[in-house]
């Protein structure tokens, strides 16, 4: 069975809770909630469930590493559940893009955000997949 891994980037703690900028932690509650499951298990520093759909493994994961550092949670993950990184999809919060906006990408450069960054070093390569969800700037908000 192939497994996929979707990761949702963010920072753990309740000071940053319901912020724009774990737009990505965000995305993978509202997941597990249409497909009526938790994130409960603990896992190299990461918050994961695992789901099969479609005849496919399903991993569900939001690294506890806080954002900028969310490659080593990641990179354990694929070695441990042994999953290419061409099967992995982040989804993180964009300020470039107007809000609500969505952004995919097959691969590519960090575009400056430090926790994509931090998953390329730590992969070794861009080769993996991005949801980018636009979060606008804060004089977009108000």
């Not at 997941?31 to 099969?52: D, M, P, Q, S, V």
């Not at 042994?82 to 919060?93: K, P, R, W």
């Not at 964009?94 to 995919?104: E, H, I, N, V």
């Amino acid at each position: 069975m192939v497994g996929k891994l979707i990761v949702g980037l963010g920072n753990p703690g309740a000071e940053y809770q319901g912020t724009r900028h774990n737009l990505g932690f965000q995305v993978i509650d509202g997941l597990a909630t249409k497909l009526n499951i938790e994130l409960k298990k603990e896992k190299f520093k990461g918050l994961y469930t695992t789901h099969t759909y479609l005849n496919q493994r399903i991993i569900l994961l939001k690294p506890l590493t806080y954002m900028n550092n969310s490659g080593e949670c990641v990179r354990e993950f694929i070695n441990y559940f042994q999953i290419a990184s061409e099967n992995i999809l982040v989804i993180y919060d964009d300020l470039t893009l107007p809000l609500g906006s969505f952004r995919y990408r097959e691969q590519g450069s960090s575009g400056g955000h430090n926790g994509i960054k931090n998953i390329i070093e730590c992969l070794g390569t861009p080769r993996f997949k991005r949801l980018k969800v636009g979060i606008g700037s804060c004089s977009e908000i108000l």
